[in-house]
Protein backbone atom coordinates (compact mmCIF):
# COMPACT_ATOMS: atom_id res chain seq x y z
CA UNK A 1 0.00 0.00 0.00
CA UNK A 2 2.78 2.52 1.24
CA UNK A 3 4.64 1.20 -1.81
CA UNK A 4 1.95 2.11 -4.11
CA UNK A 5 1.34 5.54 -2.34
CA UNK A 6 5.48 6.12 -2.64
CA UNK A 7 5.15 5.42 -6.68
CA UNK A 8 2.40 7.87 -7.43
CA UNK A 9 4.22 10.27 -4.82
CA UNK A 10 7.60 9.31 -6.77
CA UNK A 11 5.51 10.06 -10.65
CA UNK A 12 4.12 13.40 -9.32
CA UNK A 13 7.15 15.11 -8.09
CA UNK A 14 9.05 13.13 -11.02
CA UNK A 15 6.24 15.22 -13.45
CA UNK A 16 6.73 18.40 -11.12
CA UNK A 17 10.47 18.33 -11.48
CA UNK A 18 10.36 17.93 -15.40
CA UNK A 19 8.17 20.69 -15.94
CA UNK A 20 8.86 23.29 -13.56
CA UNK A 21 10.09 26.69 -14.64
CA UNK A 22 13.70 26.26 -13.53
CA UNK A 23 17.10 24.15 -14.67
CA UNK A 24 17.33 20.64 -12.48
CA UNK A 25 21.14 18.92 -12.61
CA UNK A 26 21.80 16.14 -10.62
CA UNK A 27 26.05 15.77 -10.10
CA UNK A 28 27.80 14.08 -8.30
CA UNK A 29 31.14 14.61 -6.72
CA UNK A 30 32.89 14.35 -10.29
CA UNK A 31 30.75 16.74 -11.59
CA UNK A 32 28.87 13.64 -13.73
CA UNK A 33 25.02 14.75 -15.11
CA UNK A 34 23.17 11.69 -13.51
CA UNK A 35 19.47 13.64 -14.41
CA UNK A 36 18.40 16.95 -15.90
CA UNK A 37 15.01 18.37 -16.18
CA UNK A 38 12.74 19.03 -19.50
CA UNK A 39 13.72 22.78 -18.84
CA UNK A 40 17.52 21.86 -19.79
CA UNK A 41 16.69 19.52 -22.29
CA UNK A 42 14.85 22.32 -24.21
CA UNK A 43 17.63 24.91 -23.62
CA UNK A 44 20.39 22.66 -24.27
CA UNK A 45 18.69 20.80 -27.33
CA UNK A 46 20.14 17.58 -25.26
CA UNK A 47 17.91 14.87 -23.60
CA UNK A 48 18.95 13.80 -20.10
CA UNK A 49 19.47 10.24 -21.02
CA UNK A 50 21.90 11.43 -23.97
CA UNK A 51 23.94 13.88 -21.25
CA UNK A 52 23.72 11.31 -18.43
CA UNK A 53 27.12 9.92 -16.94
CA UNK A 54 28.96 12.92 -19.42
CA UNK A 55 31.27 15.54 -17.20
CA UNK A 56 29.47 18.75 -17.00
CA UNK A 57 32.26 20.30 -18.63
CA UNK A 58 31.91 18.10 -21.85
CA UNK A 59 28.46 19.34 -22.22
CA UNK A 60 29.04 23.06 -21.80
CA UNK A 61 32.98 23.71 -22.38
CA UNK A 62 32.30 27.49 -22.43
CA UNK A 63 31.56 26.70 -18.16
CA UNK A 64 34.67 28.28 -16.13
CA UNK A 65 35.65 24.74 -14.76
CA UNK A 66 37.94 25.58 -11.88
CA UNK A 67 35.33 28.08 -10.47
CA UNK A 68 32.34 25.23 -10.70
CA UNK A 69 35.24 22.89 -9.53
CA UNK A 70 35.67 25.24 -6.20
CA UNK A 71 32.52 25.61 -5.84
CA UNK A 72 30.92 22.00 -5.87
CA UNK A 73 33.93 21.01 -3.89
CA UNK A 74 32.80 23.37 -1.59
CA UNK A 75 28.97 21.96 -1.21
CA UNK A 76 30.89 18.35 -0.35
CA UNK A 77 32.94 19.53 1.97
CA UNK A 78 30.81 21.63 3.99
CA UNK A 79 27.51 20.46 3.17
CA UNK A 80 26.28 24.38 2.72
CA UNK A 81 24.70 25.78 -0.77
CA UNK A 82 26.62 28.17 -3.02
CA UNK A 83 24.81 30.60 -4.73
CA UNK A 84 25.95 33.02 -8.05
CA UNK A 85 24.05 35.78 -9.41
CA UNK A 86 23.34 37.40 -12.84
CA UNK A 87 25.03 40.45 -11.67
CA UNK A 88 28.32 38.75 -10.69
CA UNK A 89 28.40 35.90 -13.65
CA UNK A 90 25.69 36.86 -15.90
CA UNK A 91 25.82 33.59 -18.84
CA UNK A 92 27.12 31.06 -16.78
CA UNK A 93 25.90 29.05 -19.31
CA UNK A 94 25.57 29.76 -23.07
CA UNK A 95 22.12 27.87 -23.86
CA UNK A 96 22.01 28.19 -27.72
CA UNK A 97 19.35 30.48 -28.69
CA UNK A 98 16.77 28.15 -27.54
CA UNK A 99 14.89 31.08 -26.01
CA UNK A 100 11.99 33.81 -27.52
CA UNK A 101 14.68 36.73 -26.50
CA UNK A 102 13.87 39.78 -27.86
CA UNK A 103 15.71 43.38 -27.73
CA UNK A 104 18.96 44.08 -26.88
CA UNK A 105 19.55 40.90 -25.01
CA UNK A 106 21.26 38.05 -26.44
CA UNK A 107 21.60 35.51 -24.03
CA UNK A 108 19.84 34.40 -20.79
CA UNK A 109 21.06 36.04 -17.80
CA UNK A 110 20.83 32.98 -14.93
CA UNK A 111 21.11 32.80 -11.11
CA UNK A 112 22.18 29.77 -10.19
CA UNK A 113 22.31 27.50 -7.08
CA UNK A 114 24.04 25.03 -5.54
CA UNK A 115 22.26 22.62 -2.99
CA UNK A 116 24.01 20.05 -1.48
CA UNK A 117 21.88 16.66 -1.85
CA UNK A 118 22.55 14.63 1.53
CA UNK A 119 22.01 11.07 1.91
CA UNK A 120 23.06 9.15 5.36
CA UNK A 121 24.64 12.57 7.18
CA UNK A 122 27.15 12.62 4.10
CA UNK A 123 26.53 14.82 0.47
CA UNK A 124 25.67 12.29 -2.06
CA UNK A 125 25.01 14.81 -5.09
CA UNK A 126 25.02 18.29 -6.11
CA UNK A 127 21.87 19.67 -7.07
CA UNK A 128 22.47 22.49 -9.44
CA UNK A 129 19.23 24.73 -9.99
CA UNK A 130 19.38 27.38 -12.88
CA UNK A 131 16.54 29.94 -12.77
CA UNK A 132 16.26 32.41 -15.91
CA UNK A 133 16.51 36.11 -14.61
CA UNK A 134 16.80 38.02 -17.66
CA UNK A 135 13.53 40.25 -17.48
CA UNK A 136 14.60 41.12 -14.12
CA UNK A 137 17.85 41.60 -16.08
CA UNK A 138 16.98 43.11 -18.83
CA UNK A 139 14.72 46.22 -16.81
CA UNK A 140 17.39 46.64 -14.37
CA UNK A 141 20.61 46.89 -16.94
CA UNK A 142 17.82 49.75 -18.91
CA UNK A 143 17.21 51.25 -15.34
CA UNK A 144 20.90 51.57 -14.84
CA UNK A 145 21.41 52.62 -18.65
CA UNK A 146 18.44 56.07 -17.94
CA UNK A 147 19.96 56.84 -14.49
CA UNK A 148 23.46 56.88 -15.74
CA UNK A 149 21.82 59.22 -19.13
CA UNK A 150 20.19 61.45 -16.27
CA UNK A 151 23.20 61.57 -14.09
CA UNK A 152 25.05 63.08 -17.76
CA UNK A 153 22.04 64.98 -18.46
CA UNK A 154 22.91 66.20 -14.89
CA UNK A 155 26.39 67.29 -14.76
CA UNK A 156 26.02 68.63 -18.45
CA UNK A 157 22.63 71.37 -17.12
CA UNK A 158 25.15 71.54 -13.99
CA UNK A 159 27.85 72.50 -16.79
CA UNK A 160 25.68 74.99 -18.28
CA UNK A 161 24.40 76.77 -15.63
CA UNK A 162 27.92 77.42 -14.16
CA UNK A 163 28.67 78.73 -17.68
CA UNK A 164 26.09 81.00 -17.59
CA UNK A 165 26.68 81.82 -14.24
CA UNK A 166 30.41 83.04 -15.65
CA UNK A 167 28.74 84.81 -18.46
CA UNK A 168 26.36 86.92 -15.96
CA UNK A 169 29.62 87.73 -13.92
CA UNK A 170 31.66 88.85 -16.96
CA UNK A 171 28.04 91.35 -17.84
CA UNK A 172 27.97 92.43 -14.68
CA UNK A 173 31.90 93.18 -14.31
CA UNK A 174 31.94 94.88 -18.06
CA UNK A 175 28.83 96.66 -16.95
CA UNK A 176 29.81 97.74 -13.76
CA UNK A 177 32.68 98.86 -14.97
CA UNK A 178 31.17 101.01 -18.39
CA UNK A 179 29.49 102.62 -15.23
CA UNK A 180 32.51 103.55 -13.68
CA UNK A 181 34.56 104.65 -16.20
CA UNK A 182 31.51 107.53 -16.37
CA UNK A 183 31.69 108.50 -13.43
CA UNK A 184 35.70 108.25 -13.12
CA UNK A 185 35.70 110.74 -15.82
CA UNK A 186 33.16 113.05 -14.54
CA UNK A 187 35.21 113.34 -11.52
CA UNK A 188 38.63 113.55 -13.26
CA UNK A 189 37.12 116.45 -15.24
CA UNK A 190 36.13 118.22 -12.32
CA UNK A 191 38.82 117.99 -10.24
CA UNK A 192 41.00 118.64 -13.51
CA UNK A 193 40.30 122.29 -13.31
CA UNK A 194 40.89 123.96 -10.03
CA UNK A 195 43.74 121.18 -9.26
CA UNK A 196 45.49 122.67 -12.30
CA UNK A 197 45.00 126.32 -10.76
CA UNK A 198 45.66 125.51 -7.96
CA UNK A 199 49.08 123.95 -8.90
CA UNK A 200 50.16 126.82 -11.13
CA UNK A 201 48.71 129.21 -8.26
CA UNK A 202 51.14 127.40 -5.76
CA UNK A 203 54.37 127.67 -7.62
CA UNK A 204 53.84 131.09 -8.11
CA UNK A 205 53.36 131.34 -4.09
CA UNK A 206 56.50 129.28 -3.14
CA UNK A 207 58.57 131.94 -5.81
CA UNK A 208 56.96 134.75 -3.86
CA UNK A 209 57.43 133.16 -0.32
CA UNK A 210 61.25 132.60 -1.33
CA UNK A 211 61.29 136.27 -2.31
CA UNK A 212 59.66 137.52 0.82
CA UNK A 213 62.26 135.85 2.74
CA UNK A 214 64.80 137.05 0.67
CA UNK A 215 63.79 140.79 1.13
CA UNK A 216 63.57 140.14 5.38
CA UNK A 217 66.74 139.15 5.30
CA UNK A 218 67.79 141.89 3.63
CA UNK A 219 65.68 144.28 6.78
CA UNK A 220 67.64 142.02 9.31
CA UNK A 221 71.33 142.35 7.84
CA UNK A 222 70.33 146.41 8.13
CA UNK A 223 68.96 146.13 11.13
CA UNK A 224 72.37 144.92 12.38
CA UNK A 225 74.15 147.30 11.55
CA UNK A 226 71.66 150.29 13.12
CA UNK A 227 73.36 152.04 15.86
CA UNK A 228 69.86 152.50 18.02
CA UNK A 229 70.17 149.57 20.40
CA UNK A 230 67.00 149.66 21.61
CA UNK A 231 65.46 149.34 18.22
CA UNK A 232 67.82 146.66 17.71
CA UNK A 233 66.49 144.84 20.88
CA UNK A 234 62.99 145.70 19.97
CA UNK A 235 63.61 143.80 16.48
CA UNK A 236 65.06 140.59 18.27
CA UNK A 237 62.28 140.37 20.40
CA UNK A 238 59.87 140.69 17.84
CA UNK A 239 61.78 137.88 16.26
CA UNK A 240 61.76 135.68 19.44
CA UNK A 241 58.32 135.90 19.96
CA UNK A 242 57.43 135.20 16.58
CA UNK A 243 59.73 132.49 16.32
CA UNK A 244 60.80 133.49 13.02
CA UNK A 245 63.72 131.00 12.36
CA UNK A 246 61.35 127.69 13.07
CA UNK A 247 58.63 129.60 11.02
CA UNK A 248 60.82 130.27 8.27
CA UNK A 249 62.20 126.68 8.20
CA UNK A 250 58.52 125.33 8.97
CA UNK A 251 57.20 126.99 6.27
CA UNK A 252 59.18 125.59 3.49
CA UNK A 253 59.00 122.31 4.98
CA UNK A 254 55.09 122.74 4.66
CA UNK A 255 55.05 124.19 1.07
CA UNK A 256 57.53 121.09 -0.30
CA UNK A 257 55.08 119.03 1.63
CA UNK A 258 51.75 120.42 0.09
CA UNK A 259 53.63 120.26 -3.27
CA UNK A 260 53.93 116.50 -2.96
CA UNK A 261 50.61 116.26 -2.04
CA UNK A 262 49.39 118.11 -5.06
CA UNK A 263 51.26 116.58 -7.58
CA UNK A 264 49.76 112.71 -5.98
CA UNK A 265 46.40 114.42 -7.11
CA UNK A 266 47.59 114.95 -10.45
CA UNK A 267 48.69 111.85 -10.70
CA UNK A 268 45.61 109.98 -9.27
CA UNK A 269 43.38 112.05 -11.90
CA UNK A 270 45.82 111.41 -14.28
CA UNK A 271 45.18 107.81 -14.00
CA UNK A 272 41.62 108.05 -13.73
CA UNK A 273 41.43 110.21 -17.17
CA UNK A 274 43.44 106.91 -18.25
CA UNK A 275 41.18 104.22 -16.81
CA UNK A 276 37.88 106.24 -18.62
CA UNK A 277 39.93 106.80 -21.62
CA UNK A 278 39.68 110.46 -22.02
CA UNK A 279 43.24 110.75 -23.66
CA UNK A 280 43.61 107.70 -26.36
CA UNK A 281 46.56 107.94 -28.50
CA UNK A 282 47.30 106.79 -31.81
CA UNK A 283 46.41 103.04 -32.70
CA UNK A 284 49.59 101.47 -34.40
CA UNK A 285 50.70 98.19 -35.36
CA UNK A 286 53.33 97.66 -32.22
CA UNK A 287 56.20 94.80 -31.19
CA UNK A 288 54.90 93.83 -27.27
CA UNK A 289 58.39 93.05 -26.82
CA UNK A 290 59.71 95.78 -27.32
CA UNK A 291 56.53 97.68 -24.85
CA UNK A 292 57.45 95.11 -22.68
CA UNK A 293 61.63 95.44 -22.19
CA UNK A 294 61.29 99.34 -22.20
CA UNK A 295 58.52 99.00 -19.28
CA UNK A 296 60.85 96.77 -17.45
CA UNK A 297 63.74 99.61 -18.04
CA UNK A 298 61.25 102.11 -16.69
CA UNK A 299 60.98 100.32 -13.51
CA UNK A 300 64.05 98.00 -13.33
CA UNK A 301 64.58 100.52 -9.94
CA UNK A 302 61.52 99.07 -8.12
CA UNK A 303 61.90 95.98 -8.80
CA UNK A 304 65.44 95.04 -8.60
CA UNK A 305 66.42 94.42 -5.46
CA UNK A 306 63.24 92.35 -5.07
CA UNK A 307 62.64 90.03 -7.32
CA UNK A 308 64.47 88.26 -10.21
CA UNK A 309 62.68 88.75 -13.75
CA UNK A 310 62.43 85.46 -15.91
CA UNK A 311 61.22 85.84 -19.60
CA UNK A 312 60.17 83.75 -21.68
CA UNK A 313 58.95 84.97 -25.05
CA UNK A 314 57.23 83.04 -27.66
CA UNK A 315 56.49 84.41 -31.56
CA UNK A 316 54.31 87.39 -31.42
CA UNK A 317 53.37 88.88 -34.66
CA UNK A 318 52.80 92.95 -34.75
CA UNK A 319 49.62 93.80 -32.54
CA UNK A 320 47.09 96.54 -33.47
CA UNK A 321 47.35 98.44 -30.09
CA UNK A 322 47.59 101.76 -27.88
CA UNK A 323 51.57 100.69 -27.51
CA UNK A 324 51.70 103.52 -24.51
CA UNK A 325 48.71 102.39 -23.23
CA UNK A 326 49.49 98.78 -22.83
CA UNK A 327 52.88 99.64 -22.05
CA UNK A 328 50.99 101.06 -18.80
CA UNK A 329 49.37 97.78 -18.37
CA UNK A 330 52.37 95.95 -18.56
CA UNK A 331 53.97 98.56 -15.61
CA UNK A 332 51.26 98.18 -13.78
CA UNK A 333 51.11 94.39 -13.20
CA UNK A 334 54.69 93.94 -12.80
CA UNK A 335 54.95 96.69 -10.05
CA UNK A 336 51.81 94.65 -8.39
CA UNK A 337 53.83 91.41 -9.18
CA UNK A 338 57.09 93.20 -7.31
CA UNK A 339 54.78 94.19 -4.22
CA UNK A 340 53.33 91.12 -3.50
CA UNK A 341 56.98 89.37 -3.34
CA UNK A 342 58.24 90.14 -0.01
CA UNK A 343 61.14 87.97 0.00
CA UNK A 344 63.49 88.02 -3.05
CA UNK A 345 61.22 85.95 -5.81
CA UNK A 346 60.76 85.67 -8.90
CA UNK A 347 58.11 87.36 -12.05
CA UNK A 348 57.94 85.53 -15.19
CA UNK A 349 57.06 87.43 -18.04
CA UNK A 350 55.90 84.97 -20.50
CA UNK A 351 54.32 85.54 -24.07
CA UNK A 352 52.86 83.32 -26.85
CA UNK A 353 50.13 83.04 -29.58
CA UNK A 354 46.24 81.46 -29.43
CA UNK A 355 44.73 81.24 -33.05
CA UNK A 356 44.01 84.40 -33.74
CA UNK A 357 45.00 86.07 -29.91
CA UNK A 358 48.49 87.01 -28.51
CA UNK A 359 49.02 87.01 -24.46
CA UNK A 360 51.08 88.35 -22.19
CA UNK A 361 51.11 86.68 -19.05
CA UNK A 362 52.83 88.24 -15.55
CA UNK A 363 53.17 85.27 -13.04
CA UNK A 364 54.67 86.03 -9.84
CA UNK A 365 55.67 84.18 -6.59
CA UNK A 366 54.52 86.46 -4.02
CA UNK A 367 51.88 86.36 -1.72
CA UNK A 368 48.97 85.25 -3.81
CA UNK A 369 45.65 86.63 -3.38
CA UNK A 370 42.17 86.23 -1.00
CA UNK A 371 39.61 84.48 -2.83
CA UNK A 372 36.92 87.49 -1.51
CA UNK A 373 39.48 90.04 -3.26
CA UNK A 374 39.47 88.51 -6.61
CA UNK A 375 36.11 89.61 -7.77
CA UNK A 376 36.89 92.92 -6.32
CA UNK A 377 40.40 92.99 -7.94
CA UNK A 378 39.43 95.82 -10.86
CA UNK A 379 37.48 98.32 -9.20
CA UNK A 380 38.67 101.29 -9.19
CA UNK A 381 40.50 102.18 -4.96
CA UNK A 382 40.26 98.73 -4.20
CA UNK A 383 43.44 98.43 -2.21
CA UNK A 384 45.07 95.94 0.18
CA UNK A 385 47.80 98.23 0.60
CA UNK A 386 48.68 100.61 3.49
CA UNK A 387 47.00 104.01 3.14
CA UNK A 388 49.59 106.32 1.02
CA UNK A 389 51.06 103.03 -0.68
CA UNK A 390 48.10 101.99 -3.31
CA UNK A 391 45.49 103.87 -5.02
CA UNK A 392 43.50 101.25 -6.42
CA UNK A 393 43.72 102.13 -9.37
CA UNK A 394 46.41 99.89 -11.65
CA UNK A 395 44.73 96.99 -12.47
CA UNK A 396 41.37 99.34 -12.57
CA UNK A 397 42.98 101.29 -15.37
CA UNK A 398 44.62 97.83 -16.98
CA UNK A 399 41.19 96.40 -16.96
CA UNK A 400 39.62 99.50 -19.40
CA UNK A 401 42.56 99.65 -21.36
CA UNK A 402 42.41 95.81 -22.35
CA UNK A 403 38.60 96.31 -22.72
CA UNK A 404 39.41 98.97 -25.27
CA UNK A 405 41.69 96.66 -26.89
CA UNK A 406 38.62 93.85 -27.40
CA UNK A 407 40.66 91.59 -25.15
CA UNK A 408 40.34 89.97 -22.18
CA UNK A 409 42.10 90.66 -18.78
CA UNK A 410 42.56 87.45 -16.49
CA UNK A 411 43.71 86.64 -13.09
CA UNK A 412 44.05 83.25 -11.28
CA UNK A 413 45.49 83.09 -7.69
CA UNK A 414 45.71 81.24 -4.80
CA UNK A 415 46.82 82.73 -1.13
CA UNK A 416 50.19 81.85 -0.84
CA UNK A 417 50.73 80.75 -4.31
CA UNK A 418 51.15 83.67 -6.40
CA UNK A 419 49.42 85.25 -8.95
CA UNK A 420 49.21 85.06 -12.47
CA UNK A 421 47.48 88.04 -14.52
CA UNK A 422 47.12 87.10 -18.43
CA UNK A 423 46.19 89.92 -21.37
CA UNK A 424 44.69 88.75 -23.95
CA UNK A 425 44.76 90.83 -27.48
CA UNK A 426 43.35 90.27 -30.62
CA UNK A 427 46.19 90.50 -33.21
CA UNK A 428 44.03 93.42 -34.93
CA UNK A 429 41.32 95.27 -33.81
CA UNK A 430 37.74 94.81 -35.49
CA UNK A 431 36.37 97.35 -38.09
CA UNK A 432 34.65 100.12 -36.67
CA UNK A 433 31.01 100.42 -37.90
CA UNK A 434 31.15 102.50 -40.71
CA UNK A 435 29.13 105.52 -39.99
CA UNK A 436 25.42 105.96 -41.43
CA UNK A 437 24.93 107.46 -44.98
CA UNK A 438 24.52 111.21 -45.24
CA UNK A 439 20.48 112.13 -45.73
N1 LIG B 1 50.39 90.15 -8.35
C1 LIG B 1 49.59 90.38 -7.27
N2 LIG B 1 49.70 89.58 -6.18
C2 LIG B 1 48.89 89.78 -5.10
N3 LIG B 1 47.96 90.75 -5.02
C3 LIG B 1 47.80 91.57 -6.08
C4 LIG B 1 48.60 91.42 -7.26
N4 LIG B 1 48.20 92.36 -8.14
C5 LIG B 1 47.21 93.06 -7.53
N5 LIG B 1 46.97 92.60 -6.29
C6 LIG B 1 45.95 93.07 -5.36
O1 LIG B 1 45.06 93.90 -6.04
C7 LIG B 1 44.96 95.16 -5.38
C8 LIG B 1 44.66 96.23 -6.40
O2 LIG B 1 45.75 96.43 -7.27
P1 LIG B 1 45.88 97.80 -8.04
O3 LIG B 1 44.59 98.08 -8.72
O4 LIG B 1 47.09 97.77 -8.87
O5 LIG B 1 46.00 98.84 -6.88
P2 LIG B 1 47.23 99.09 -5.86
O6 LIG B 1 48.44 98.41 -6.44
O7 LIG B 1 47.38 100.56 -5.83
O8 LIG B 1 46.77 98.53 -4.57
C9 LIG B 1 46.26 95.30 -4.65
O9 LIG B 1 46.14 96.15 -3.55
C10 LIG B 1 46.55 93.88 -4.23
O10 LIG B 1 45.81 93.55 -3.08
MG1 LIG C 1 49.04 98.57 -8.40
Not at 255 to 284: A, M, N, P, T, Y
Request: include cysteine; proline fraction near 5%; charge should be negative.
Amino acid sequence: MTSALDEVLHAELLAVLQSINLGVLLLDSQCRVVFWNDFMAIHSGKDSDEVRGLVLFEVFPELPRLWVQKKMDGVFALQNLAFTSWQQRPHLFHFPGSRPITGLTEMMYQNCTFLPVIEAGVVKYVCLTISDATDIAAQQLELERLNQLLNEEKSEQARLIRKLEDAQAQLLQSEKMAAIGQLAAGVAHEINNPVGYVYSNFSSLSSYVEDLFGLIKTYQDAAAQHPDATLRTQLQQAEQTLDYDFLQKDMVDLLRESRQGLERVKQIVQDLRDFSHIDSGDWQMADLHKGLDSTLNVISNEIKFKAEVMKSYGELPLVQCLGSQLNQVFMNLIINAAHAIEQPGTIWLETGTEGDWVFVRVRDSGSGIAPEHLARLFEPFFTTKPVGQGTGLGLSVSYSIVAKHHGRLEVASELGKGAVFTVWLPRSQPPQPSPPEPG
